[in-house]
């Protein structure tokens, strides 16, 4: 079966995370499917497509597609994660990559194996790739939580950035930080230092915990 010869037509889609997507199949990349699903275009990294299938006829009837908005990548090129996340820089969008927590802000710097994304709640982030499970633009007049141009710095960190995720964890050593929007306690502390693929944490009653450079999804710094 030749995947692309599905597009146009309307799917019920499993991502990574138990998260289903109901809409319009409207691209397919070398590592990335594009949904509109009524509201928004989704760009899905392929990694996280679980399984789908069609919907049936009254499913359908329920998503209303509309003429007023068009995704931002270019219909005249094999689309990609690279290539939408960089069409996506400086634009106001929603992420979701761990904690059934959805993260809301602009794509700053696109790295090897990264991307640095400004939060008006976290702040500057640091996103792994490998665990980004969607991408989606707001529409031209939204911003996030209302604010104003004002509030949402062109250039919010003097931050230089490393080439790759683990790099640039490292370069965080001595920082107090979090990891995946601290979805538990063993994810928050202070950085002591790498070691076999493990990040050491120094807890805040300082007992060390060691965490997997695997399972990093997202990381801020207190």
């Known amino acids: 079966m030749n995947l692309k010869d599905n597009i146009g037509k309307y799917i019920k889609l499993e991502i990574s995370g138990r998260?289903?997507?109901?809409?319009?199949?409207?691209d397919i990349g070398s590592d990335l499917w594009v949904v509109f699903n009524g509201y928004d275009y989704l760009y899905i990294p392929t990694i996280h497509c679980q399984n789908w299938h069609f919907l049936k006829q009254d499913e359908i009837d329920e998503i209303h597609v509309s003429d007023e908005l068009t995704?931002?990548?270019?219909?005249?090129?094999e689309i990609s994660l690279r290539k939408t996340l960089t069409a996506a820089k400086g634009i106001f969008s929603e992420i979701y990559v761990t904690s059934n927590q959805a993260l809301h802000g602009y794509i700053i710097s696109i790295m090897n194996n990264y991307f640095v994304f400004y939060s008006p709640i976290y702040k500057t982030m640091f996103i792994s790739l490998n665990h980004l499970k969607w991408l989606i633009?707001?529409?031209?007049?939204?911003?996030?939580?209302?604010?104003?141009n004002a509030s949402l710095p062109v250039n919010p960190s003097n931050l230089t950035f490393a080439r790759s995720f683990e790099v640039q964890i490292e370069k965080l050593t001595g920082?107090?930080?979090?990891?995946n929007i601290g979805e538990n306690e063993n994810v928050i502390g202070k950085i002591q230092g790498i070691k076999n693929n493990f990040v050491e944490l120094i807890s805040a009653k300082e007992d060390p915990v060691y965490v997997n450079l695997q399972h990093i999804k997202t990381v801020h710094m207190t």
């Open 137 to 148: 633009p707001y529409t031209n007049n939204q911003r996030p939580y209302g604010l104003s």
């Open 19 to 26: 998260k289903f997507i109901k809409g319009l199949l409207c």
């Open 71 to 77: 995704p931002i990548y270019n219909h005249n090129e």
């Open 175 to 179: 920082e107090l930080i979090v990891f």
